[in-house]
């Protein structure tokens, strides 16, 4: 077996430069050793069994149980072979990460002989106890069963620590014993089949659908991350817990001079960034891309697209390994959205199309776009779906973590609104007008060097503030937090398209009819689509989102722009929700409804947490180094005076550091005094929390980075910003 290149030599030590010997595998040999798909599957299975089950796999087909016990039997060999001890079922519950619960493939009988064992019903089913994980009400305590089913469209696969133990890994959803979604999966799966149902009909109407199964949706999830050294985490009780800097005073250089994005990599994080790609290569993870990100310290990865249920399995495995990887190079990876402040935060833009089963991807504009109808139909039921269902769109990217970016003048505003581009922007005017007679065209970009290829020019610039943009053949959602799990955001995108096309399509058949000529469709379609852009084109928007006149000009538009998450996530609540969900059978109401609560409480939960963390780093760190640097500087000041020297200027720093200790004192008890106050309705505790917690954590935060730009740095009790983000790369 082909083994991926040979980093088990790596060392790392402080200041030690890190040894890297490669055995120049091409990661094409190892691609995907680690998954049960693919090759392996076609070695290891029977050849009609191997069919039924690539039937599922690749076209969506249910899976035939009476093929579980052989699938189950050779994936227990081939994971024993590959040093597998253990097997779980690997799931998404609302907490946002994965769990997975570990069962040996020993099985001893009563005889006391020990054998491997591994049925097909372990393979299909599972239930572990249910009552632990957040269910929003759906289960009390004692209520406590659950299920986790076999998602045979996602492969199962080997995962092994960096310390070697491997352990058989099933992608599965989990349901509650009254069949509620208490996962993401489940939903995801659902409004893929909700979207691909309504984009079929579209491709019948025009005649697009021969030869084609299914619509697929298709993702690929940019992923930006810091890497910090080690040690220095380690005594940052903040990054710690919390994942993000509490207190922390911005340093001297930043990323004023724009210097790190792009920049040469680091040899250190390439070595990391090398063992990471190999690791998820193993995986059958295509990651593609790798660079230095804005901040100093943050970098960015992102595969290439893939259906969008084996992206999201992928995305949340991508996360894993960032971490699990980061340790052994002497790094922690940093995931949180915005872990300094004042620093550039992270986020992950979630690369969105559909496509056919074939490779035709429907929002591919195609060179004649104004003649491309379908096209048309696809990009403005994007276009009214995001505009009708804004305020969903924004509450399935709100978080704690994400309340640092959106609305706080970095990354995408909280506005939802699309960027088109000239090129299409141009035809929505045209059809707004009549009929559209023309594509505007990129051409080619002459640099004027006669060593210098022409460029072929794009028909329209990038834009890097829109949280939602057209990209030439697929919509970049660059809202989402860095640590969110994408499957939520693209249920919640799926589901409000395929009510899109829905609209779309029953308008374009009443008045054309369902096998309509090729003019009555053109004029049946044009008609709507112009309807369409009048009514929901105020929501595109091609400027720039950072700027001030935006948020006035989006006001005088009419589109929603919800600030944080206790504003955003009882959208979750409301009738307009809870039907779109329960109509595409996506969610039932109360499904939905168990979910806003859960993201509710998971919002103050983190949040109480952070008081917590800031108030013991203030009262055990922070104001005992304050208090012994006042003390030095009294002294100073006593001894000046009684050697009958004035020293007004010392005097005048004693007083200012007392000020700002007593300030940082008062803020701690407001901190201490807003996570007093509790509430059972989590909407109402949020909001509360929101209002007086975060600004008492604020005005703590800003005494007490006062204080650390004041005292001696040797009495400074853990890493500063510059330590962090600039030494040790
Ligand atoms: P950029 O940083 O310029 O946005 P990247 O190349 O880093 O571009 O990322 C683009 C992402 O979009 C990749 O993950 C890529 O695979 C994905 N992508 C490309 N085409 C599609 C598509 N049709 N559907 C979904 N994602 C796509
Ligand atoms: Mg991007």
């Known amino acids: 077996m082909a083994s991926p290149r040979n980093i088990d030599s790596l060392i790392f ?53 009476k093929v579980a016990n052989t699938v189950a039997a050779a994936m227990k060999d081939w994971a024993i072979e590959n ?11 609302l907490t946002g990460s994965t769990a997975e619960k570990h069962d040996a493939f020993l099985s001893v009988n009563g005889d006391g002989v020990a054998i491997e064992k591994f049925s097909g019903n372990a393979l299909i089913v599972g239930e572990p106890d249910a009552s632990s994980f957040p269910s929003g009400g759906i289960r009390d305590t004692y209520e406590a069963r659950g299920y986790t089913a076999w998602d045979a469209n996602s492969p199962a696969f080997l995962l092994t620590t960096t310390d070697g133990v491997t352990t058989l890994c099933i992608p599965t959803a989990f349901a509650s014993y009254t069949g509620e979604a208490l996962d993401m999966k489940t939903p995801l799966i659902r409004s893929a089949q909700a979207v691909a149902k309504q984009a079929s009909r579209v491709l019948r109407l025009f005649g697009a659908d021969k030869g084609v199964d299914q619509v697929v949706g298709t993702l690929g999830c940019e992923q930006e991350y810091f890497l910090i050294d080690q040690e220095l985490f380690r005594d940052r009780l903040d990054l710690v817990i919390c994942g993000r800097t509490l207190v922390g005073a911005t340093p001297p250089k930043g990323h004023q001079l724009d210097d ?66 980061a340790r052994k190079h002497g790094f922690e990876c940093l995931i949180h959205e915005k872990p300094f402040a004042d620093v550039n935060g992270s986020g992950k833009h979630n690369n969105w199309s559909l496509s056919t089963n074939t490779g035709i991807n429907l929002l591919d504009p195609k060179a004649e776009t104004h003649t491309n109808m379908q096209f048309l139909v696809f990009l403005c039921a994007v276009i009214r779906a995001v505009d009708k269902h804004a305020e969903l769109l924004r509450a399935s990217i709100a978080s704690a973590g994400n309340d640092h970016r959106l609305g706080a003048n970095e990354a995408p505003p909280a506005i939802m609104s699309i960027f088109l581009g000239e090129m299409l922007t141009d035809i929505i005017d045209q059809l707004e ?6 594509t505007v065209k990129g051409g080619t970009l002459d640099l004027n060097g006669e ?13 890097r503030t829109s949280p939602f943009a057209f990209t030439g053949n697929k919509f970049e959602f660059r809202a989402v937090g860095s640590t969110a799990t994408v499957a939520w955001p693209t249920t919640v995108l799926n589901t409000m398209v395929a009510e899109s096309l829905d609209y779309m399509t029953s308008k374009i058949e009443k008045t054309a009819g369902k096998k309509p000529t090729p003019a009555k469709l053109e004029s049946a379609t044009r008609a709507v689509l112009k309807d369409i852009i009048k009514e929901h084109r105020r929501v595109c928007f091609d400027g720039d989102g950072y700027s001030e006149d935006w948020p006035k000009e989006a006001a005088k538009r009419g589109l929603p722009n919800i600030r944080n998450s206790a504003d955003s996530l009882p959208t979750l609540k409301s009738r307009a929700a809870t039907s779109l969900f329960s109509k595409y059978g996506v969610l039932s109401a109360r499904e939905l409804k168990a979910r806003g609560e859960v993201l509710l409480e998971q919002y103050c939960t983190k949040l109480e947490i952070e008081g917590r963390t800031l108030s013991t780093i203030i009262k055990t760190q922070v104001l005992p180094a304050a208090l012994r640097a006042q003390a030095e500087l009294a002294d100073v000041v006593g001894a000046t005076q009684v050697a009958g020297v004035e020293c007004p200027d010392t005097e005048e720093d004693l007083r200012t550091l007392v000020g700002d200790i007593s300030e940082m004192r008062s803020g701690i008890l407001e901190v201490e005094a807003a996570m007093k106050d509790s509430n059972d309705d989590p909407e109402k505790h949020a909001k509360q929390l929101r209002n ?38």
């Not at 060593?451 to 834009?463: E, K, Q, T, W, Y």
């Open 13 to 65: 030590e402080e200041g030690a430069t890190v040894e890297v010997t490669e055995t120049n595998t091409p990661a094409s040999d190892y691609f995907g050793r680690l998954t049960f798909s693919g090759d392996v599957m076609l070695k290891r299975l029977p050849p009609d069994v191997a069919m039924s089950l690539a039937g599922t796999i690749m076209k969506g087909h249910p899976l035939d149980p």
């Open 83 to 93: 040093g597998a001890t253990h097997f779980c079922h690997w799931f998404h519950p």
């Open 260 to 325: 790190h994005y792009f920049g040469a990599i680091p040899s250190r994080v390439l070595s990391y960034m090398t063992e990471v790609e190999s690791r998820l290569f193993e995986l059958g993870i295509p990651v593609k891309t790798r660079h230095n990100e804005v901040a100093p310290g943050q970098y960015e990865l992102a595969p290439t697209f893939e259906k969008t249920n084996v992206a999201v399995d992928h995305q949340m495995l991508t996360m894993h390994i960032l971490k699990d990887v």
């Open 433 to 438: 007008a009549g009929k559209p007679r023309k």
């Open 451 to 463: 060593s210098l290829s022409n460029v072929p020019r794009h028909a329209g610039d990038r834009n």
């Open 692 to 729: 007086t917690l975060v600004p008492a954590m604020e005005r703590t935060r800003i005494a007490c980075d006062r204080i650390e730009g004041r005292i001696p740095a040797e009495l400074w009790p853990m890493p500063t910003y510059a330590q962090m983000l600039l030494v040790g790369r």
